[in-house]
């Protein structure tokens, strides 16, 4: 059995300081991906023999070229700081995030003591921003997502952004920060299997979470292990990182911006993906990952599209809720909003 092994990517990159990859590469049975420094490599070394029965091995790499055309739109008006600098209304802790983008930390809300996420992303030469109505200046496009993600009511399965402030040459967020909480990889890496029943309530959030991006004109680009955040206590998922996305748009993208082992297989074959079908590709490897503890190999893919996929130790619910996420014609695979609706997610032990 091959596991694919890669690096673990820091939490909230963006696109711009990430490695370009050729459309036609191969999208599965990668077994390797470049280190960007030292430093990394032997991080990845480290987890490399700390993976319990070599679970997935270590975490992926973000990768990406730049995304295609964004539209403007509109939003509620989201509280934005303005006076003086917002990390003077707050104490910042412990480094809990760190990539290309900048760093995430643990704070603390000196008004009220609320505990929560301050990431410090710096701004590559290429930013890109969008325009929303309300606001009278371009937004970093991560904070116009992440706004349009809660327009019309907080989505409890994506994260919640709650200040930010735009600066020179940096831009700061002040995210909710659930407790107690890991991302959805180390969480696995710490249990080494998890059930059906535990799968299903992940999936469920999960999939919440991509249907109401795409509800509200978002295309989240990069939902993956690694950009779930899990409630230890509880099993709540909360979607973050929102620095890969794009506005949703009825035609295809020619670019990706995401990760490599999550690219749907028509970006290989075309050139073009659309964000529905992708969205739903992602889950479908998200789903195998949770399930199967490695990316799924040719062998693999090619049982699926023959509908006769199985794997030991799996429903027959579970197993055909994987076929239908994971058909390499986009137009054959199961479409997102019908997603919750299979027989899967209403088995229960």
Known sequence: MTFLCGQKRKRSCHSSHVNDFHPHTPPISITSLQSSDVAEENERKRRRTDSPEKLLSCKVQKSSSSSSQEDQTSVQIHKKSSEGDILDRYELGKEIGEGGFGSVYEGKRLEDGLEVAVKIARKPSNMKYINIAGHPEPLPLEIGLLILAHRGGKVPEIIELLDWQDQQDRYI??????????????????????????????????????????????????IKLENLLVNTDTLEVKLIDFGCGALLQESGYDSFCGTKEYFPPEYYLDDEYHAEPSTVWSLGVLLFLLLCQRFPEVMDTQRIDDGNWTEPGLSEECCDLIQALLQENPIQRIPLEEILLHQWFKVKE
């Open 173 to 222: 967020m002040i995210l909710e920060r659930p407790s107690p909480c890991v991302d959805l990889f180390d969480f696995i890496m710490s249990l080494g299997s998890i059930t059906e029943r535990q799968a299903q309530k992940i999936m469920e959030q999960a999939t919440t979470a991509g249907l109401m991006c795409c509800r509200r004109g978002v295309f989240h680009r990069d």
